[in-house]
């Protein structure tokens, strides 16, 4: 079956980057397109942006100058980056599988914690 | 790009019908029949209900379905369970390849 993981420092310094890794199992990286979605606590999801593994990319305006995703398609993975992050970057970051406008599956999550 | 609004919380007592709505713009909802609505338990990664306004993943109970008129869309659960006690998700296409959620309603079985 479909599983996504994601995977990545828990604790990020105010300022410094944020980088997560999600691998993907059960299903080709090139059957779907793919994204990053994250929930700050107690609040509402958020859509970061996607990833096609052609490298196709489309970020969320409000993130664009701070968000990198990438691909891997060797080792079935997809990346994200945020730089310069904030206490407001703090959150659940789900990857899921992306297609029609819908998302099929979602990794466990992972929370990132900015610190001061 | 504002987040799609949906009311804070919905209740109902266990067998009665619900509905939760999910309002945008004539640029999101009003354009494109492109909506999937998405359960989250507490902890858990957000589950897809519906997709594309209407239709029900294989899986998913005929409890749920959904709907849309103008720049609303709806989602409806009949014969209300404990089980479907949880947070509920609307997410929309808003052209040129963006996608915005809506703010999250609070499902709770009275």
């Known amino acids: 079956q479909v599983q996504l993981q994601e995977s990545g420092p828990g604790l990020v310094k105010a300022s410094e980057t944020l980088s997560l890794t999600c691998t993907v199992s059960?299903?080709?990286?090139?059957?779907?397109?793919w994204s990053w979605i994250r929930q700050p606590p107690g609040k509402g999801l958020e859509w970061i942006g996607f990833?096609?593994?052609?490298?196709?990319?489309k970020y969320n305006p409000s993130l664009k100058s701070r968000v990198t995703i990438s691909v891997d398609t060797s080792k079935d993975e997809l990346s994200l980056k945020l730089s310069s992050v904030t206490a407001a970057d703090t959150a659940v970051y789900y990857c899921?599988?992306?297609?029609?406008?819908?998302?099929?599956?979602w990794g466990q999550g992972t929370l990132v914690t900015v610190s001061s | 790009q504002s987040a799609l609004t949906q009311p804070a919380s919905v209740s109902g007592s266990p067998g009665q019908s619900i509905t939760i709505s999910c309002t945008g713009t004539s640029s999101d909802i009003g354009s494109y029949n492109l909506v999937s609505w998405y359960q989250q338990h507490p902890g858990k990664a957000p589950k897809l209900m519906i997709s594309?306004?209407?239709k029900r993943p294989s899986g998913v109970s005929n409890r749920f379905s959904g709907s849309k008129s103008d720049n609303t869309a709806s989602l409806t659960i009949s014969g209300l369970q404990a089980e479907d006690e949880a947070d509920y998700y609307c997410c929309s296409y808003a052209g040129s390849r963006m996608y915005v959620f809506g703010t999250g309603t609070k499902v709770t079985v009275l």
């Open positions: 059960g299903v080709s990286i090139s059957s779907y397109y």
């Open positions: 990833i096609h593994y052609s490298g196709t990319t």
């Open positions: 594309e306004g209407t």
């Open positions: 899921a599988s992306s297609y029609s406008s819908r998302y099929d599956y």
